[in-house]
């Protein structure tokens, strides 16, 4: 297990690492917070919230508040066992579908984004207790009587580790943006980080990204430091745990 694990570092965390030492001084970097709390209402929805800064494909930094809907089929065995330690159950499921809202406010007084997010997830377990996820996002966007889209997949390794009786989650992703703004696939991002949990009901994720965006010219290189805390909670357990009357 730690040769594999050793391996996993070498081959993939590694080259980020490279990347962030050649583009660094040429690029723009940033910090990027986020807060997700999540509400688990049945074994088969789930209500979110999300606040955060970010910057994606070419547009400049900017907040997105909202709400999302989020629907799981049933959890596999082989997947509760690869995610036995994550507080997201929602890992456990092979399926699940997310519908959210985001209102993005925009700075000179330009008018707001309203933003709806369907979104797919798949998650699959893979030998040596690896989890593979593929995340199929559209971001639909309507400006001041305008609208736009975008097509984004985001494809995920990760592997959680023990450390005594500690379990944080080390993971590295890719994700291309196809914009109809510029009718070609005008984004590339690339993401390493870890999850690490805090007690019962939160963890903190500090990841960092690069981009490659193609959508304008000259071509923009991006480096992001992100850090995201989430929050989850049982609204059945809480049910659960009242006494009768």
């Known amino acids: 297990m730690a040769t594999q694990l050793e391996k996993f570092v070498k081959l993939v965390l590694a080259p980020l690492v490279v990347l962030w030492c050649v583009y660094g001084r040429a690029q723009t970097a940033q910090l990027l ?18 606040a955060k800064e970010t910057r994606e494909d070419g547009q400049p930094q900017q907040a997105e508040i909202g709400p999302s809907l989020d629907f799981y089929l049933k959890p596999l065995i082989r997947l509760k066992d690869v995610t036995q330690f994550d507080l997201d159950d929602a890992r456990s499921r092979p399926l699940v579908f997310s519908i959210g809202y985001r209102y993005m406010p925009q700075e000179s007084n330009a008018p707001a984004i309203n933003r709806m997010e369907p979104v797919v997830i798949f998650h699959f377990p893979m030998p040596a207790r690896f989890l593979l996820s593929d995340k199929n996002r559209a971001d639909l966007d309507w400006q001041n009587k305008g609208f736009s889209w975008r097509y984004r997949n985001r494809v995920q390794i990760e592997k959680a580790l023990t450390i005594s009786s500690y379990h944080p989650v080390p993971y590295v992703s890719v994700e291309p943006f196809y ?29 960092y990204e690069h981009q490659n965006n193609t959508g ?10 992100g850090l995201v805390l989430s929050f989850y909670f049982s609204v059945r357990q809480h049910v659960a745990s009242d006494p009768s009357p």
Do not use: M
Not at 33 to 50: C, G
Not at 187 to 206: L, R
Not at 216 to 225: G, T
């Open 179 to 207: 914009n109809s703004q510029y009718r070609k696939w005008s984004d590339t991002a690339i993401y390493a980080g870890c999850t690490f949990p805090i007690g019962k009901h939160s963890e903190f994720q500090p990841y």
């Open 216 to 225: 304008k010219h000259p071509n923009q290189q991006l480096n992001q430091l």
């Open 33 to 50: 917070p986020e807060i997700d709390p999540n509400v688990k209402l049945s074994s088969y929805l789930r209500v979110s919230f999300q």
